[in-house]
Protein backbone atom coordinates (compact mmCIF):
# COMPACT_ATOMS: atom_id res chain seq x y z
CA UNK A 1 0.00 0.00 0.00
CA UNK A 2 1.11 3.44 -0.68
CA UNK A 3 1.73 5.52 2.18
CA UNK A 4 0.06 9.41 2.15
CA UNK A 5 3.21 11.00 1.44
CA UNK A 6 4.01 8.67 -1.60
CA UNK A 7 0.86 9.44 -3.07
CA UNK A 8 0.91 13.27 -2.87
CA UNK A 9 4.35 13.28 -4.94
CA UNK A 10 2.67 10.58 -7.69
CA UNK A 11 -0.33 13.12 -7.76
CA UNK A 12 1.56 16.38 -8.32
CA UNK A 13 3.47 14.74 -10.98
CA UNK A 14 0.17 13.35 -12.41
CA UNK A 15 -1.43 16.51 -12.50
CA UNK A 16 1.59 18.39 -14.15
CA UNK A 17 1.63 15.41 -17.14
CA UNK A 18 -2.24 16.17 -17.29
CA UNK A 19 -1.79 19.71 -17.59
CA UNK A 20 0.67 19.83 -19.84
CA UNK A 21 -0.60 16.97 -22.32
CA UNK A 22 -3.71 19.08 -22.33
CA UNK A 23 -2.44 22.60 -23.77
CA UNK A 24 -0.45 20.21 -26.14
CA UNK A 25 -3.73 18.94 -27.69
CA UNK A 26 -5.38 22.14 -27.44
CA UNK A 27 -2.74 23.82 -29.25
CA UNK A 28 -3.53 21.25 -32.07
CA UNK A 29 -7.14 21.88 -31.99
CA UNK A 30 -6.45 25.34 -32.15
CA UNK A 31 -3.92 25.64 -34.68
CA UNK A 32 -6.69 23.21 -37.01
CA UNK A 33 -9.48 25.37 -36.22
CA UNK A 34 -7.49 28.16 -37.71
CA UNK A 35 -6.30 26.73 -40.65
CA UNK A 36 -9.65 25.98 -41.15
CA UNK A 37 -11.23 29.20 -41.03
CA UNK A 38 -8.32 30.74 -43.16
CA UNK A 39 -8.63 28.36 -46.23
CA UNK A 40 -12.34 29.33 -45.98
CA UNK A 41 -11.39 33.17 -45.58
CA UNK A 42 -9.48 32.64 -48.76
CA UNK A 43 -11.77 30.52 -50.75
CA UNK A 44 -14.18 33.85 -50.33
CA UNK A 45 -11.34 36.10 -51.34
CA UNK A 46 -10.58 34.20 -54.48
CA UNK A 47 -14.18 33.04 -55.25
CA UNK A 48 -16.02 36.15 -54.04
CA UNK A 49 -19.74 34.87 -55.42
CA UNK A 50 -18.72 30.80 -54.64
CA UNK A 51 -21.74 30.96 -52.09
CA UNK A 52 -24.01 31.77 -55.20
CA UNK A 53 -22.42 28.76 -57.33
CA UNK A 54 -24.51 25.67 -57.20
CA UNK A 55 -23.36 23.10 -55.50
CA UNK A 56 -21.56 25.20 -53.22
CA UNK A 57 -23.95 26.90 -52.21
CA UNK A 58 -25.18 23.99 -50.47
CA UNK A 59 -22.08 21.87 -49.80
CA UNK A 60 -20.07 24.87 -48.29
CA UNK A 61 -22.33 25.31 -44.92
CA UNK A 62 -23.33 21.36 -45.02
CA UNK A 63 -19.75 20.47 -45.07
CA UNK A 64 -18.37 23.54 -43.27
CA UNK A 65 -20.58 23.58 -40.53
CA UNK A 66 -19.82 19.41 -39.93
CA UNK A 67 -16.23 20.47 -39.78
CA UNK A 68 -16.41 22.90 -37.37
CA UNK A 69 -18.68 21.65 -34.59
CA UNK A 70 -15.92 18.41 -35.07
CA UNK A 71 -13.07 20.97 -34.21
CA UNK A 72 -15.12 22.84 -31.22
CA UNK A 73 -15.88 19.84 -29.99
CA UNK A 74 -12.15 18.80 -30.15
CA UNK A 75 -11.46 21.96 -28.54
CA UNK A 76 -13.56 21.57 -25.35
CA UNK A 77 -12.87 17.80 -25.26
CA UNK A 78 -8.85 18.60 -25.22
CA UNK A 79 -9.71 21.80 -22.69
CA UNK A 80 -12.12 19.63 -20.34
CA UNK A 81 -11.65 15.79 -20.86
CA UNK A 82 -9.07 13.81 -19.23
CA UNK A 83 -6.38 11.73 -21.07
CA UNK A 84 -5.69 8.62 -19.89
CA UNK A 85 -2.10 8.54 -21.07
CA UNK A 86 -0.76 10.20 -18.08
CA UNK A 87 -1.99 7.03 -15.88
CA UNK A 88 -0.63 5.06 -18.26
CA UNK A 89 2.52 6.23 -18.77
CA UNK A 90 3.14 7.81 -15.31
CA UNK A 91 0.88 6.50 -12.69
CA UNK A 92 0.93 2.40 -13.43
CA UNK A 93 4.82 2.45 -13.83
CA UNK A 94 5.01 3.65 -9.88
CA UNK A 95 2.35 1.25 -8.83
CA UNK A 96 4.15 -1.39 -10.70
CA UNK A 97 7.96 -0.69 -8.81
CA UNK A 98 5.98 -0.45 -5.79
CA UNK A 99 4.90 -3.65 -6.13
CA UNK A 100 7.63 -4.98 -6.94
CA UNK A 101 9.33 -3.58 -4.27
CA UNK A 102 6.63 -4.87 -1.50
CA UNK A 103 6.25 -8.57 -3.13
CA UNK A 104 9.65 -9.05 -3.62
CA UNK A 105 8.68 -9.33 -7.39
CA UNK A 106 10.54 -8.16 -11.03
CA UNK A 107 7.97 -7.51 -13.06
CA UNK A 108 8.21 -5.65 -16.56
CA UNK A 109 5.97 -2.95 -17.22
CA UNK A 110 5.57 -1.43 -20.95
CA UNK A 111 2.62 1.25 -21.65
CA UNK A 112 1.49 1.14 -25.49
CA UNK A 113 3.90 -1.59 -26.77
CA UNK A 114 4.43 -0.79 -30.34
CA UNK A 115 5.18 -4.37 -31.65
CA UNK A 116 2.92 -7.06 -33.80
CA UNK A 117 1.35 -9.04 -31.57
CA UNK A 118 0.56 -12.55 -32.36
CA UNK A 119 -1.29 -14.02 -28.59
CA UNK A 120 -4.35 -13.76 -30.42
CA UNK A 121 -4.20 -15.80 -33.05
CA UNK A 122 -2.47 -18.43 -31.12
CA UNK A 123 -4.71 -18.68 -28.69
CA UNK A 124 -7.70 -18.71 -30.77
CA UNK A 125 -10.21 -16.85 -28.83
CA UNK A 126 -11.44 -14.04 -30.86
CA UNK A 127 -11.32 -13.09 -34.34
CA UNK A 128 -7.72 -14.05 -36.15
CA UNK A 129 -7.58 -11.06 -38.55
CA UNK A 130 -8.28 -9.26 -35.43
CA UNK A 131 -5.95 -5.87 -34.85
CA UNK A 132 -4.30 -6.12 -31.34
CA UNK A 133 -3.87 -2.56 -29.65
CA UNK A 134 -2.26 -2.44 -26.14
CA UNK A 135 -2.26 -0.35 -23.41
CA UNK A 136 -0.46 -2.12 -20.95
CA UNK A 137 1.61 -5.69 -20.97
CA UNK A 138 3.34 -6.42 -17.93
CA UNK A 139 5.50 -9.62 -18.03
CA UNK A 140 6.77 -12.11 -15.27
CA UNK A 141 7.29 -14.75 -13.31
CA UNK A 142 6.12 -16.52 -10.55
CA UNK A 143 8.32 -17.91 -7.64
CA UNK A 144 8.58 -21.44 -9.65
CA UNK A 145 9.52 -19.80 -12.80
CA UNK A 146 6.29 -20.02 -14.86
CA UNK A 147 6.04 -17.05 -17.07
CA UNK A 148 2.84 -15.06 -17.74
CA UNK A 149 1.87 -12.04 -19.52
CA UNK A 150 -0.43 -9.88 -18.94
CA UNK A 151 -2.03 -7.11 -21.16
CA UNK A 152 -4.62 -4.58 -21.20
CA UNK A 153 -5.83 -4.75 -25.29
CA UNK A 154 -8.44 -4.17 -27.84
CA UNK A 155 -9.17 -5.74 -30.49
CA UNK A 156 -10.24 -4.91 -33.59
CA UNK A 157 -11.04 -5.71 -37.38
CA UNK A 158 -12.13 -3.00 -39.84
CA UNK A 159 -13.87 -3.41 -43.51
CA UNK A 160 -12.60 -0.02 -44.85
CA UNK A 161 -16.18 1.75 -43.64
CA UNK A 162 -16.50 0.55 -39.96
CA UNK A 163 -14.73 -0.64 -36.94
CA UNK A 164 -15.69 -4.03 -35.03
CA UNK A 165 -14.43 -4.37 -31.43
CA UNK A 166 -13.73 -8.68 -30.98
CA UNK A 167 -12.14 -8.04 -27.41
CA UNK A 168 -11.73 -4.99 -25.14
CA UNK A 169 -10.69 -6.10 -22.01
CA UNK A 170 -7.87 -7.53 -20.06
CA UNK A 171 -6.11 -10.71 -21.41
CA UNK A 172 -3.49 -13.00 -19.63
CA UNK A 173 -1.14 -15.44 -21.05
CA UNK A 174 0.68 -18.20 -18.77
CA UNK A 175 3.25 -20.91 -19.44
CA UNK A 176 2.52 -24.37 -18.04
CA UNK A 177 2.68 -28.00 -18.94
CA UNK A 178 -0.65 -28.33 -20.83
CA UNK A 179 -0.67 -30.81 -24.30
CA UNK A 180 -4.31 -30.55 -24.96
CA UNK A 181 -6.71 -27.89 -26.56
CA UNK A 182 -9.68 -26.99 -24.36
CA UNK A 183 -12.10 -23.77 -24.77
CA UNK A 184 -14.19 -22.38 -21.94
CA UNK A 185 -16.48 -19.40 -22.99
CA UNK A 186 -19.76 -17.39 -22.15
CA UNK A 187 -20.03 -16.27 -26.26
CA UNK A 188 -19.13 -17.49 -29.63
CA UNK A 189 -17.08 -20.30 -30.67
CA UNK A 190 -13.60 -21.12 -31.40
CA UNK A 191 -11.32 -19.38 -33.85
CA UNK A 192 -8.29 -21.47 -33.48
CA UNK A 193 -7.14 -22.73 -36.79
CA UNK A 194 -6.33 -26.05 -37.79
CA UNK A 195 -7.77 -27.56 -34.79
CA UNK A 196 -11.91 -28.96 -35.02
CA UNK A 197 -13.75 -28.39 -31.94
CA UNK A 198 -16.80 -30.23 -30.90
CA UNK A 199 -19.24 -28.53 -28.36
CA UNK A 200 -19.99 -30.42 -25.07
CA UNK A 201 -23.42 -30.07 -24.87
CA UNK A 202 -24.24 -31.78 -21.74
CA UNK A 203 -23.14 -28.63 -20.43
CA UNK A 204 -25.85 -26.40 -20.94
CA UNK A 205 -24.64 -23.21 -18.45
CA UNK A 206 -21.46 -22.12 -20.25
CA UNK A 207 -19.65 -23.37 -23.80
CA UNK A 208 -17.85 -25.77 -23.83
CA UNK A 209 -15.29 -27.05 -26.48
CA UNK A 210 -12.75 -29.98 -26.69
CA UNK A 211 -10.88 -31.25 -29.52
CA UNK A 212 -13.19 -33.22 -32.21
CA UNK A 213 -14.60 -36.80 -30.74
CA UNK A 214 -12.69 -36.54 -27.03
CA UNK A 215 -14.56 -36.38 -23.85
CA UNK A 216 -14.24 -34.04 -21.01
CA UNK A 217 -11.43 -35.32 -18.61
CA UNK A 218 -11.33 -34.40 -15.19
CA UNK A 219 -8.56 -31.96 -16.07
CA UNK A 220 -11.25 -30.09 -18.23
CA UNK A 221 -13.81 -29.83 -15.35
CA UNK A 222 -11.00 -28.17 -13.36
CA UNK A 223 -11.03 -25.22 -15.92
CA UNK A 224 -14.76 -25.37 -15.98
CA UNK A 225 -15.20 -24.86 -12.21
CA UNK A 226 -12.31 -21.67 -12.64
CA UNK A 227 -14.14 -20.05 -15.23
CA UNK A 228 -17.59 -20.46 -13.09
CA UNK A 229 -16.29 -19.44 -10.09
CA UNK A 230 -14.62 -16.18 -11.68
CA UNK A 231 -18.40 -15.74 -13.33
CA UNK A 232 -19.93 -15.80 -10.04
CA UNK A 233 -18.13 -12.31 -9.49
CA UNK A 234 -20.14 -9.56 -10.79
CA UNK A 235 -17.40 -7.68 -12.79
CA UNK A 236 -17.18 -9.28 -15.33
CA UNK A 237 -19.13 -9.53 -18.37
CA UNK A 238 -17.68 -12.17 -20.57
CA UNK A 239 -14.85 -14.78 -19.76
CA UNK A 240 -12.60 -16.56 -22.35
CA UNK A 241 -10.72 -19.34 -21.94
CA UNK A 242 -8.24 -21.31 -23.99
CA UNK A 243 -6.27 -24.21 -22.96
CA UNK A 244 -3.43 -24.97 -26.24
CA UNK A 245 -0.34 -27.03 -25.42
CA UNK A 246 2.23 -25.30 -23.26
CA UNK A 247 0.02 -22.36 -22.86
CA UNK A 248 -3.24 -21.07 -20.98
CA UNK A 249 -5.08 -17.78 -22.57
CA UNK A 250 -7.69 -16.41 -20.62
CA UNK A 251 -9.84 -13.06 -21.88
CA UNK A 252 -12.09 -11.14 -19.32
CA UNK A 253 -13.90 -8.60 -20.35
CA UNK A 254 -15.45 -6.24 -17.82
CA UNK A 255 -18.46 -4.09 -16.98
CA UNK A 256 -16.70 -1.42 -16.13
CA UNK A 257 -12.82 -1.74 -16.46
CA UNK A 258 -11.11 -1.12 -13.58
CA UNK A 259 -7.84 0.50 -14.58
CA UNK A 260 -8.80 2.45 -17.67
CA UNK A 261 -9.20 6.43 -17.38
CA UNK A 262 -8.62 7.94 -14.47
CA UNK A 263 -10.90 11.16 -14.00
CA UNK A 264 -9.76 11.74 -10.14
CA UNK A 265 -7.06 10.36 -8.76
CA UNK A 266 -7.11 9.97 -5.38
CA UNK A 267 -5.46 8.27 -2.44
CA UNK A 268 -8.09 5.42 -1.96
CA UNK A 269 -8.45 5.29 -5.93
CA UNK A 270 -4.43 4.57 -6.35
CA UNK A 271 -4.28 2.16 -3.40
CA UNK A 272 -7.19 0.76 -4.88
CA UNK A 273 -5.58 0.09 -8.25
CA UNK A 274 -2.70 -1.29 -6.67
CA UNK A 275 -4.48 -3.80 -5.46
CA UNK A 276 -6.36 -4.92 -8.81
CA UNK A 277 -2.92 -5.04 -10.74
CA UNK A 278 -1.87 -7.40 -7.39
CA UNK A 279 -5.11 -9.41 -7.88
CA UNK A 280 -4.46 -10.01 -11.68
CA UNK A 281 -1.53 -11.48 -10.76
CA UNK A 282 -3.21 -13.91 -7.89
CA UNK A 283 -5.22 -14.95 -10.69
CA UNK A 284 -2.01 -15.93 -13.20
CA UNK A 285 -1.51 -17.85 -9.93
CA UNK A 286 -4.80 -19.24 -9.46
CA UNK A 287 -4.96 -20.57 -13.42
CA UNK A 288 -1.44 -21.86 -13.28
CA UNK A 289 -2.38 -23.84 -9.87
CA UNK A 290 -5.12 -26.02 -11.50
CA UNK A 291 -2.14 -27.08 -14.13
CA UNK A 292 -0.44 -28.45 -10.49
CA UNK A 293 -3.29 -29.68 -9.01
CA UNK A 294 -4.03 -32.34 -11.46
Not at 100 to 111: I, K, M, S, V
Not at 162 to 171: A, E, I, K, L
Given at each position: MFIKSEFEIIKKA??????????????????CFASFIALLGMLFLIVPGIMKITPFMYLIP????????????????????????????YVYPEIYKKI????????????YEKIKHTFNKEGGLYNRFSRVSTKRHVKGFMSDQIEFDIYDA??????????????????????VNTNSYLQVRTKSSPKLKGIKFNRQKEIEDIKVFTEDEKQLLNTDY???NFVKKL??????????????????????????????KQKDLTFEKINNIMNYFKNEIYLVESLANINHII
Open positions: YDIQLKGRSKKVLKVWKIIYGGIIIVVLIVGVLISKYGISEKPAFENFDEGLFLEYTPTLTTSNGKSQTVHFNGVYLIVKQYILSYEEYKHIELSVIPNELHLGLTYIKHPAR
